[in-house]
């Protein structure tokens, strides 16, 4: 197992929006592009976090991450993209149950033809979200380590006493807790990255790093 410095778990990594900040967080960070040769589109702040960790663990460096406020922000900030750095290498990440909209995203914009799989412009699906990925990843027991660790074991064991998730799997149980309160998402985007072993690493994560650091097509 990896060898990991102290987090606070009851704040958002540094540098990160949360709260209504997050809604705007798209836009701002878009302006805050200098020029990059790479930019990695992701739904949502947290895995912006995740993306950001896990590049810093690989050494990967020359990536900018940009949320996009969901799989239908896309085509727009594809759009922007386009205008502002038409020359940067675009990679992303996404939920699998939200395949149309990027297709469609990526076909209006000239960046896939309506054949190719989505992996060859360079997007890479989750097979449920990111937290599932790193549940999966970790292990349902690593990742109660992880939730002991910090401090947060018992908000966890109060959920998982509720009548409706008292019989669900543990899988299933972590993913709601995952989901549940305002910044949590954001928190543990970062502890479960650094916690899993990097041969164990998603494998959409993994190869988005390695298409945003080379510019390889997928």
Do not use: N
């Not at 990536?63 to 799989?71: F, H, K, R, T, Y």
């Amino acid at each position: 197992m990896p060898e990991r410095r102290r987090i606070d778990a009851r704040r958002v990594p540094d540098g990160y929006p949360h709260g209504p900040a997050a809604a705007v967080a798209s836009a701002h960070a878009l302006d805050a592009l200098a020029d990059p040769g790479a930019i990695v589109l992701v739904e949502g702040v947290s895995d912006q976090i995740a993306v950001d960790t896990l590049a810093r663990r690989l050494g990967a460096t020359g990536l900018s991450v940009v949320p996009v406020g969901g799989a239908q922000g896309l085509r727009r900030m594809l759009v922007a993209v386009g205008v502002r750095h038409p020359a940067a290498v675009l990679s992303g990440l996404y939920d699998v149950a939200e395949e149309r909209v990027i297709r469609y995203a990526l076909e209006s914009a000239g960046l896939l033809e309506p054949d190719e799989p989505v992996e060859r412009a360079g997007f890479f699906a989750c097979r449920a979200d990111l937290e599932d990925e790193l549940i999966r990843a970790c292990g349902a027991e690593l990742v109660e380590a992880c939730i002991a660790r910090v401090g947060d074991a018992r908000a966890f064991r109060k959920m998982q006493k509720q009548p409706e998730w008292r019989t669900r799997s543990a899988t299933d149980q972590l993913r709601r807790w995952l989901a549940s309160g305002a910044r949590r998402k954001l928190r543990y985007a970062q502890i479960l990255v650094e916690a899993v072993a990097l041969d164990r690493m998603p494998e959409p994560l993994v190869s988005l790093i390695e298409r945003a650091s080379t510019g390889r097509q997928a």
